[in-house]
C-alpha cells in the first residue's frame, strides 16, 4: 500500500514538473514571436524615420524654398513674368470642364448590359 502511495506521488511530481516545463515552452516561443514582431516594427519605423530624414533634408534645401515661394506666392526671379490662368479658362482648355466617364470592370460592363 505504502509502495502506491509513493508511487502515485512520484507520478504526481512528475507530471507537475512536466506541465511547469510545458509551459514554460510554450511561454518561451511566444516571447520569441514577440519579439520577432517587435523587431518588425523597429525595422519599419527605421525606414519611416530615414525617408523622413530625407524629407527633411529636402524642405531645407535652398531649391525647396524657391519653389514653394514662387509656386504659392507667385513670386518670380528679376526678368520674369508670372502669368496667372483664370481657372474657368484652364478647366475649359484641358477638359475639365466635362463629367469624368466611370471605367468599370470588363464583367460588370457586360453584366449591365445583358440585366440593365
Known sequence: MLKKIALGFIVLVIL???YNLIRQIFEAIKSGERLSQ???VVYQL???NRSLKEKLARIQSPEFL???IRNRLGFAKPGE???IIPEEKL???LGASSPAQ???PNWLGWWKVFFK
Open 16 to 18: 507537475i514538473i512536466a
Open 38 to 40: 517587435s523587431a518588425d
Open 46 to 48: 527605421e525606414v519611416r
Open 66 to 68: 524657391e519653389e514653394e
Open 81 to 83: 513674368t508670372v502669368v
Open 91 to 93: 478647366k475649359l482648355v
Open 102 to 104: 466611370i471605367r468599370y
